[in-house]
């Protein structure tokens, strides 16, 4: 067990390192273009949210692999995620009416995932699927490191940016999806990384966790994308069989009330 415990802190040390690395080289970087196909017409959509002092760098090899998969993908460009979250979703809000986005799956890494929590209600009907990666429900005592920051001082633990939360956490969406690494040095733990219990009870609301250890792993491992995608293909698999049976019955009943029209003259 101290072993284990050794490597994974010199496994999260590595990652750190990387992750302080692509701050600056962020900097130099900008998010691609939506894809050239109208929105409306795509028929997987995702919209990647970066993560705290992200840019969308740490997105890249997600934004490929979802694109293998057949996603039409779009990295919001928000700036740094530094300031008030709020504001931030109202900024999302506003990226997903001016690319006409709606009908799509909405992935939050890590901070981003409160800025889509933070997207407010008015704007939610353009998402059909909230997928929150990495998130701390309960905050993090790394943000005391950052306090500085804005964004830094609402996710410490026990701050006044968490007494707002369970009212926006029971606005929902209509689906929420929540992955979690098994351990993260981000989140504290795993059960500081799942969905609050009155949020994690509800019907709509699934909790999985990947093969993988390690806050930025959650989108630079291979593994853990792979296992990501993999439980979104099947989502999304079953809400089109749920929509064709439901077609189904509609034509049926269309039919069975054409035929006692008929029968009726």
Request: glycine share 6%.
């Amino acid at each position: 067990m101290f072993f284990r415990c050794l490597w994974f802190w010199l496994l999260e040390a590595w990652e750190m390192g990387v992750f302080i690395l692509l701050i600056p080289l962020s900097w130099f970087w900008q998010a691609p273009l939506p894809p050239k196909q109208n929105a409306a017409h795509a028929q997987k959509k995702m919209v990647l949210v970066p993560g705290f002092l992200g840019r969308g760098l740490e997105l890249r090899s997600l934004r490929r692999d979802l694109q293998s998969a057949g996603f039409e993908v779009w990295i919001v460009s928000l700036g740094f995620q530094a300031s008030d979250i709020a504001k931030k979703g109202q900024k999302l809000a506003a990226y997903l009416e001016t690319h006409g986005l709606q009908d799509c799956y909405l992935l939050g890494y890590s901070l981003g995932g409160w800025v889509a929590l933070n997207l407010p209600q008015h704007s939610r009907w353009r998402v059909t699927t909230l997928i929150t990666l990495g998130v701390a429900f309960a905050g993090t005592p790394m943000a005391w490191l950052l306090s500085p920051l804005q964004a830094a001082r609402q996710l410490i633990p026990g701050s006044s940016f968490f007494k707002k939360q369970p009212a926006i956490l029971a606005e929902g969406y209509a689906k929420h999806l929540n992955f979690s690494a098994q351990a993260d040095e981000i989140t504290a733990s795993r059960q500081t990384s799942a969905l609050p219990s009155p949020d994690r009870a509800l019907p709509n609301r699934q909790e999985l966790c990947l093969p993988v250890w390690g806050h930025l792993n959650l989108v630079r491992r291979r593994q853990a994308r792979q296992a990501l995608i993999a439980s979104l293909l099947a989502d999304l698999n079953a809400n089109s069989l749920s929509r064709a049976w439901s077609q189904s019955v509609v034509e049926l009943e269309q039919d069975i009330l054409s035929q006692f029209q008929a029968v009726s003259r």
